[in-house]
């Protein structure tokens, strides 16, 4: 008997240790991957392929976001396992897309795939002249507010995957879209500090596209520039203090220490005043606490929407105590706009930081970069 009961709980056992290394063994997380696209800055997305599928994964899509967003990408012939669960299933390459942030069309025009965009909301936002010219042409859709999209727009024109982004949580417009049929994907580039962490993502595209290693020969030249310009930077003998941001109703708001806009002056070899506040996003201080740390700095860079130093004397005469102020060393990035009043800079700049740092490059250390031609930044009008 006893031995009839030992037996027993052996083939239980045996079972039991068998249904547990199936079901890891089905795990696609457990599952080991013929080639991992490792990213070498981007911390938000990851890239793994498998024999029968790539798994892209998306674990920021918005800040202190702690929900995974996982995307099985499919070539023809190559099917996804049951076992695998994912928030979408997309087959590549894809013919059509719908994105929703001006940061998206770099992208799609440095892979050479801007004729796949189909719609886009709020369309006077886009500045590429290339989109621009498409948009004359009637080929690429006005979709609404990207909070509010049009939905029946969107799903008449049945793109192949719409890319989406969440500010506070999930995008509730992107559920009657997810009803229809269309794969929804979360881009999370906004949420990267490093200026080299944002670029990457252009990886994320071309994964929908099948070109990696297009991306991959297009990122590589955006980080040796970079970093060579960032070398050449700090050669330099001087590192000139530096204040950014302005007033928006009695508060000046500028960039944490940690943010990718401290990254870039640091990188351009500049004492950014503010480096020593933790956080990535913006430090809502007085003018008079302002005032008293960086009022002799020797350079202002980004102070909000304004143009001119008369705007700036009339917005607020705070303004005019600044040193940047009397010297007129004030660069912003406000008068690079797009045919329609968009800016350049909000659309390009996360996908170029080579040309942000080329020109932050060129008005610290001017020596450095004689006959640099600015893409972004010029000093204010009188």
Not at 99 to 116: D, G, K, M, Q, Y
Not at 261 to 279: I, M, N, Q, R, S
Not at 283 to 297: F, G, M, R
Not at 324 to 345: H, R
């Amino acid at each position: 008997m006893k031995a009839k009961n030992l037996a027993s709980l052996l083939v239980l056992f045996l079972l039991v240790f068998s249904g547990c290394k199936n079901e890891k063994a089905n795990d696609p997380a457990s599952a080991k991957a013929s080639q991992e696209q490792k990213m070498k800055y981007a911390k938000g997305f990851n890239i793994l392929d498998y024999e029968a599928y790539t798994l892209l994964t998306v674990t920021q899509a918005w800040p202190g976001s702690d929900k995974t967003f996982r995307y099985a990408l499919l070539k023809q012939g190559q099917k996804l396992p049951d076992s695998v669960k994912v928030n979408a299933v997309i087959n590549i390459p894809i013919q059509s897309i719908v994105v929703t942030s001006t940061t998206h069309i770099p992208a799609l025009e440095l892979l050479r795939v801007e004729a796949s965009l189909k719609g886009f909301p709020n369309l006077d936002y886009i500045s590429s002249p290339k989109t621009r010219a498409r948009i004359k042409n009637g080929e690429v859709q006005e979709l609404g507010q990207n909070e509010s999209i049009n939905t029946e727009s969107a799903i008449n024109l049945n793109p192949d995957a719409v890319i989406t982004f969440g500010v506070e949580g999930e995008n509730k417009t992107i559920n009657s879209l997810q009803r229809a049929g269309i794969p929804v994907l979360y881009n999370g580039d906004w949420t990267e500090t490093t200026p080299l962490g944002q670029a990457e993502w252009i990886k994320f595209f071309a994964a929908l596209y099948d070109k990696q290693d297009m991306a991959d020969s297009i990122f590589t030249g955006i980080e040796k520039r970079y970093l060579d310009l960032k070398q050449k930077a700090a050669t330099a003998p001087q590192e000139p203090t530096v204040i950014s941001g302005a007033m928006f109703k009695d508060v000046w708001y500028l960039p944490k220490g940690d943010s990718w806009a401290a990254t870039l002056v640091a990188d351009a070899h500049g004492d950014y005043l503010y480096k020593d506040t933790e956080g990535t996003g913006s430090a809502a201080l007085s003018i008079e606490e302002v005032l008293n740390t960086a009022q002799d700095a020797d350079f202002w860079i980004a102070p909000n929407a304004f143009e001119r130093f008369s705007d700036l004397a009339d917005a607020n005469e705070a303004y005019t105590r600044f040193k940047a102020f009397n010297e007129q060393k004030i660069y912003s990035f406000a008068a690079a706009k797009g045919e329609t009043g968009g800016m350049l800079y909000y659309e390009l700049a996360s996908s170029r930081p080579d040309w942000v740092l080329e020109d932050l490059v060129a008005i610290l250390h001017p020596q450095l970069l004689t006959d640099h031609q600015f893409h972004f930044y010029s000093r204010l009008e009188d």
